[in-house]
């Protein structure tokens, strides 16, 4: 097997992609490399012996693992480097254990606003519910540079599956990203994506419009489900896509009852007149 690249996005920083691209990971899950003294990993990615071994490889000097969050796809790395070397991994933990690294056992729990500083570099913790209740984006100050896990993936729309994900807290999450100097992007999956502000604005409006589409559907339709107002709300996505979408569809439908402008009774949603 032909050994994983190792890119250099900044003075820095550094990116390993794991082999474990799919539908839902893109090319695959980025590992980050901060530091060229004592170098801090942020999220080692899945279970993959060859992409641990690449990490080693690129870096002898590993003082930490930083993780975004705890899905299969991010977390799950931190057990195989720790075989390897004695060093402590950071992150926040969750209560939900569906599709979630049960694994992961931090050192200590980060918090938001904290600021880690290492004598080459700073990074600030940013606590970005949404996508996952525990999800934290890293701000390396220096080169203004924000790592996003999967809070902003480049070249596809996040996944927000309840109850673990929460649309009302993605958009906050969003929103809260402009309180910050940004001029770069280090997404956990695809490609560097520039102007952070702009990003999050346009994925805000994108998730607003879908919510739009969901309002009128539910008020043409009066009352229903997911599965039942999957085709009419993502009309312009293939069927293929479908369970994903019911995923999302939920957490708008979940964002409109939190919002009080539709109701619930017992499995279905309800269109309400206001005023
Ligand atoms: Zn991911």
């Not at 999302?248 to 206001?274: F, M, N, P, R, T």
Request: hydrophobic share 35%; with cysteine.
């Amino acid at each position: 097997m032909e050994a994983e690249k190792v890119i250099q996005i900044s003075p820095l920083i550094r990116r390993i992609t794991a082999g474990n691209g799919s539908v839902f990971t893109g090319p695959g899950t980025n590992t980050y490399l901060v530091g060229n003294e004592d170098v801090t990993v942020i999220d080692p990615g899945p279970a993959m012996q060859d992409h641990i071994d690449a990490i080693l490889a690129a870096s002898k000097n590993i003082k930490q693992i930083l993780v975004t969050h705890t899905h299969p796809d991010h977390s799950p790395g931190v057990r195989l480097l720790k075989n390897k070397l004695d060093i402590p991994a950071y992150g926040m933990l969750t209560n939900s254990t569906k599709n979630q690294d049960t694994t992961f056992s931090p050192e200590r729990i980060l918090e938001d606003g904290e600021l880690l500083e290492e004598n080459e570099f700073s990074l600030e913790v940013v606590h970005t519910p949404g996508h996952a209740s525990n999800h934290l984006c890293f701000i390396l100050k220096e080169e203004k540079f924000i790592f996003t896990g999967d809070h902003i993936m480049s070249g596809s729309t996040v996944v927000i599956g309840p109850p673990d994900g929460n649309m009302n807290q993605y958009i906050k999450s969003l929103e809260k990203l402009k309180n910050y100097d940004l001029k770069k992007i280090a997404p956990g999956h695809g490609d560097i994506l520039e102007n952070p502000h702009e990003v999050a604005d346009w994925i805000i409006s994108h998730r607003l419009e879908r919510e739009k589409k969901v309002f009128s559907a539910l008020k043409e339709a009066s009352r229903g489900t997911p599965e039942s107002l999957v085709e009419r709300v993502y009309d312009d996505v293939d069927s293929s896509l479908f369970p994903i979408a019911k995923a999302s569809l939920l957490a708008h439908l979940i964002k409109l009852e939190e919002d009080k402008v539709i109701a619930k009774e017992g499995e279905e949603y309800i269109w309400q007149e206001l005023n």
